[in-house]
Every structure is written in C-alpha cells, then in structure tokens.
C-alpha cells in the first residue's frame, strides 16, 4: 500500500479516540494516550497487519505531522506580548541560558569521548538532547491549570529561550559541518545549496526583515478588510496560508520554519486580530500535534531496542538524570521551592520534538553516524513517552510523601504564597459591547474591577483599544475564542449579545464548559426572559426593562407624585414583576395558562403598588410563592 491512504488515516483517527480518552481518564494525559495509539499502529507492533509498510513512512508521516509543532509555535509567538517578553527577558535568558548551555557543555564531552568525534558531532549531539518538548509541557500544563504557578512561568522561560536558540543552533550546524560533504537528501531543502556564506546570512535576514514588513503593513490591513467583508471561512483561509507561506519562506533560506512561524506570531502578538488567529488555527493544530504524536510513537524503533536494550536504557536514563541536574540547579538558582523544582526538572527532563530537526540536519550534514541517529532517536520518542507517567508519579505519590496536600482548586499548599490576584482583582468578561455592554463595562471599570472584552466589530474594537480597553476581536461562541479572552479564569461573564439566538449560543456554551463561572445574560423581552429562566438562569435582565422603569418613576413625579414616593412605587414595581415574571415563566410554553395567569398577576401588581407594599413584604410573599431568589 502506497503513499498515506484513505484507511490508514481512519486508523489513525480510530486510534487517537480509543487510547486518549482512556489515557485521559487513567490519568495519565493526552499525550501518552497519543504515544500509545502510534506504538499500536506502529510498523512494529499491529503496523504490518494494518497495511502500514516500513518504519520509513512512520518517518513520512512524521515530517508531515511536523507542521502541527509549527503551528503551536506560531501560537506561542502570537501570545508573547513583546512588552511583556521584555520585562521577562532576564528569566529568560537566565534560567533558559542556564539549562541550555548547561546541558551542552554536560553532554558535549560524554558525546566526544564515546562517540570518538569530533567536536561539531559532540556540539550536535549536545544540542539535540538539550532541546525539551515544547508541545508536550505546555499541553501538560494548560490540563493541569498550571501556567500561572511558579513552575508554569519556568517552564515557559525556558521553552521559550529554546525556541529562540533553535535558530543560531540550526546556522551554526553547517559551520560546524565545512569539512564534510552534504548527503543528497538534503539538497532540495533549501535554494541555497553551495552560495556563499554571505548570501546565505543576506538571504535569512531578508526572510526575517519580509515577514516583519509584511506583519506590520499588509496582514493587519488584509485582516480589517476580512473582517469587514462577514466572511469567517476568509479568517481561517488568510490564517493558514500566513502559516505555509513563512514556513515555506524560511525552508527555501535553510532555516526551520517552527522558527519562521514563531517569529511571525510574535510579530503579530499586538495585531487586534490575534485572538481570532488563535481561533481559526487551533483545531488544525491540536489535530496535527496529535498526528505528530501518534507518529513519534510509531517511530520508536522496538527491533532496534531489542537488539540493544541496554544501551537504550543507559542513553534514556544517561539523558534524563543529566537534565534533571542541571534543571534542578537552574531552579535553585531561581528560588524555585521544592516541590515547585521537583516538578520544574520532571517537566522538561525529556528531549523534545526539536532533537528530530536537529539529528535529521545533523545526519544530512554527516556530524551524526547514522546508527547513533537512530538510537538517539528512539531515546528522544522514549523520554517523551516517559514524562506523562513521571509526573502522574509525582502526582499520586511523591507529593504526598512531601507531605503537601491539595486544596480544592487542586493547587499545592506550598504554592499558595504565589500570588493569584487578590478579592479585588476578579475578572469581568463581557461578551458584546453594544450600548448594553458598554454601559455595564463602564460602571464595573469606573469601580475598579478588570474587565475584558469580547467583540467581532473590528471598529468597536480598534476604538476600544485606543481608549485602553482590554478587547479581544473574535465569535464568542467559539470555545477557543473564549479561552483565548481569559474565560478560564474569569469570575462573571456579562452575555449582552445581539441578536438573542447568538446569545442564547453563548449561554449553553458557558454552562457546559465554564460551569463555575456566573453568567449575567441580557434578554430583549420577556418570552427571551422565560427561555433562560426554564433553564436554570436567575441572572437574567430585560434590555429595556430599568430604562422603562425610569421613565415611569419620572412620569409619576411630572404627573404631580413626589420623587421619593414615585421611586419606591418604580422599586416596588421591579420586585414585584420579578416575582410574577418567574411566576409566569412556569406558564410560558401553554398559551391559554399563560393569559389565565398573566390577568391574575397583573392584577396582584398592581394591588401590591395601590396597597403600599413595601419592598421587602413584596420579596417575602414572592420567596413564598415560587422561591424567588432574593
């Protein structure tokens, strides 16, 4: 069977639903469950029977499924605001600069001495094993809740410091390379091949200086006019072509395009159409990054293991305990506690998606014999494979060997003097900025409180910016979109869409994915008002009811009624017509019940204003009646 077919995709689709879910549910996380589904199919296991040929087209499918690591990357330069890169940039390069460097010049020397090399092999070799897995922590840590711990920032700095170095990494490599002849199978990466070593360096600082030209003056622009135009399918269309073509771009200079990618995201960090970027590339690239998964696990190599268990065990645990020295140091060093470090150095003690660029350019350029490419390759699927059940193990039982508990939110006592943000700092979503929206956003933001906002009115939102608002253009109906807006950590989300079925969209889709989070949810009438009370919902608010109720106060005073006897007659009112409206939305869906019971309530209305109820009486007879909420 030639080429990816049709059926060896369903299988590999087939195998994902299986070994996820229950690699989720064991606990162990999706990427092993992942791992596991490509073991399975792979050309050493269940793979010959599958139709599935060599472990060579385990490699095709690899270098296909690479472009999932691509896509993330840009993800991650798109959410690096570069003010706040800046204010981060001595962590960075600190605790980045500590594991990277420190794990090189470790490893080199070993490398050199068993490899009898020479120094560009050790430098390479070095290299590949500093590189930890960008895809598998920040998934880890985005499931586990803790990007904004200690450790999550830690992680991140040096993720990123890695990311960055990748590129002279990847130049210095052919430098290092002079004396040896280029295999053929590398040639057509690059239209560079035998130019000058100037024209090489001129050719990538072009490609660099494009991408950030084309950023800042075209794609923004391109983007205002899509946005315009209503057509959301243009959105993903622009969004993936602007991924190929840098990723294209930065192959045909000789660079990696994960690189070119993340530059452009970067670039892009302050774009107002960020978070809809976000939005569109998301699916394909949590799709491909489980492709690419499934294909490391496919690639392990289990012949090549069983013919040399044992060098394949000391390089696995050669590997990790080398890294995990030098992360642990680096933690110290940062003032990490030590359950914060324990799970610092477990994090990111595998070798990452990185070392296959790295070892496949280094035995193209010959630095790297082909046998330790291979062993150096199933080591690095291995240590990916392993790090899921290292922190399961930590999990379950070194941290309460430790002795440190969880509280309810799942986080570690010992991490609670980080600081999560105080009373006063809870967050206010609101989704629809229209004069409903504002007027509440205004009053929440004029007392304090944060707010953030949520809008698909590229306009709106390019104004809102401009008055310092907090905006996120993009379909709040989107889970990514919601997510990207901070709606894992918000406290109330304000629902004041337009029109009520795109806001009813949004309510069902809160409640089912954020059920702890308070929703706030503007109607436009009544019946809109019932819909939302049938289901549960308290917080519901009529767009024109306390407009309305203002106006009548006003009436009753120019009509000769005093201002504060007109205002308690309006307060009295608005409690009463809460009750019976929570009375009526039990009648709502039978016609003829609902005008039997509309007559009733109207009438005990207005006996309620003419009697002189006060408030607090009309609440209580309501809680009686039908259990009001007060």
Not at 169 to 194: E, M, Q, R
Not at 229 to 252: D, H, K, N, P
Not at 445 to 471: A, F, H, Q
Request: net charge negative; with cysteine.
């Amino acid at each position: 069977m030639e080429g990816f077919s049709m059926f060896q995709a369903f299988i590999y689709l087939l195998a994902a639903i299986i070994c996820v879910p229950i690699a989720k549910r064991s606990g162990l996380g999706s990427v092993l469950g992942y791992l596991i589904a490509g073991v399975l199919i792979g050309p050493f296991v269940l793979g010959p029977y599958l139709g599935f040929g060599s472990a060579d087209e385990a490699q095709d499918i690899m270098h296909a499924a690479e472009f999932g690591v691509v896509m993330m990357l840009f993800l991650v330069g798109l959410e690096l605001d570069p003010k706040e890169f800046w204010k981060m940039r001595k962590k960075i390069a600190g605790i980045g600069g500590i594991q990277l460097l420190g794990t090189i010049l470790l490893v080199a020397p070993i490398s050199f001495h068993f490899l009898g090399s020479n120094f560009g092999t050790a430098i390479a070799v070095g290299s590949a094993i500093a590189m930890s897995s960008t895809a598998i922590i920040l998934q880890t840590l985005s499931e586990k809740g803790l990007t904004k711990t200690p450790t999550g920032e830690a992680s991140f700095s040096v993720l990123l410091f890695q990311d960055i170095m990748v590129i002279p990494l990847l130049a210095i490599l052919p430098l290092l390379a002079l004396n040896t002849t280029i295999s053929t199978s590398h040639a057509h990466d690059t239209l560079l091949d035998g130019a000058p070593g100037w024209m090489k360096t001129l050719a990538i600082l072009s490609a660099i200086g494009i991408i950030f030209f084309v950023g800042n003056y075209i794609v923004n622009p391109f983007f205002k006019y899509i946005a315009r135009l209503q057509v959301r399918e243009l959105f993903t269309s622009f969004a993936l072509m602007l991924v190929i073509g840098v990723s294209v771009l930065m192959t045909y200079v000789g660079l990696s395009p994960a690189l070119g990618a993340f530059m452009a995201g970067v670039v892009l960090a302050n774009s107002e159409f960020k978070h809809q970027l976000e939005t569109d590339i998301e699916p394909f690239k949590a799709l491909l990054l489980g492709l690419f998964f499934i294909a490391v696990g496919s690639t392990i190599n289990f012949r090549l293991i069983g013919n040399e268990p044992w060098t394949i065990v000391s390089l696995t645990l050669g590997v990790m305990a080398i890294k995990g020295i030098v992360l642990f140091i680096a933690g110290w060093i940062f003032k990490l506690k030590l359950n914060q470090n324990i799970l610092f150095v477990l994090l990111l003690s595998q070798i990452g998606e990185f070392a296959f660029v790295i070892l496949n350019l280094s035995n193209n350029l010959q630095l790297i014999p082909r046998h330790w490419h291979d062993l150096l390759l199933a080591t690095t699927a291995i240590t990916m494979a392993i790090t899921p059940i290292l922190l399961m193990i930590n999990e379950k039982w070194i941290v309460p060997i430790m002795g440190m508990k969880k509280d309810k939110a799942g986080l570690l006592e010992d991490d609670l003097d980080f600081d999560f943000g105080s009373e006063t700092d809870k967050k206010v979503l609101i989704a629809g900025y229209g004069d409903f929206g504002n007027t509440v956003g205004r009053i929440v933001k004029y007392c304090g409180y944060n707010i953030s906002v949520l809008d698909n009115d590229s306009e709106r939102v390019d104004l809102l910016r401009k008055l310092g608002y907090t905006v996120y253009f993009g379909d709040a109906t989107n889970l990514n979109t919601l997510k990207a807006a901070g709606a894992d950590s918000a406290d109330i989300l304000i629902a004041g869409i337009d029109p009520p079925e795109v806001n009813a969209q949004l309510v069902h889709l809160v409640k089912t994915n954020f059920p702890k989070m308070k929703v706030m949810i503007r109607a436009r009438n009544r019946f809109d008002a019932y819909k939302y009370i049938n289901e549960g919902y308290e917080k519901v608010y009529r767009e024109t009811f306390y407009t309305a109720i203002q106006v009548g106060i006003e009436t009753l005073e120019e009509l000769g009624m005093s201002h504060d006897d007109a205002v308690r007659q309006g307060e009295i009112f608005k409690v009463a017509d809460r009750v019976s409206m929570m009375k009526l939305s039990q009648h709502s869906n039978n016609l003829e019940e609902y005008i039997e019971v509309s007559k009733t309530e109207i009438e005990n209305v207005r006996l309620k204003i003419r009697e002189g109820m006060n408030i607090e009486e009309v609440l209580e007879e309501g809680i009686k009646e039908i259990n009001v909420p007060k």
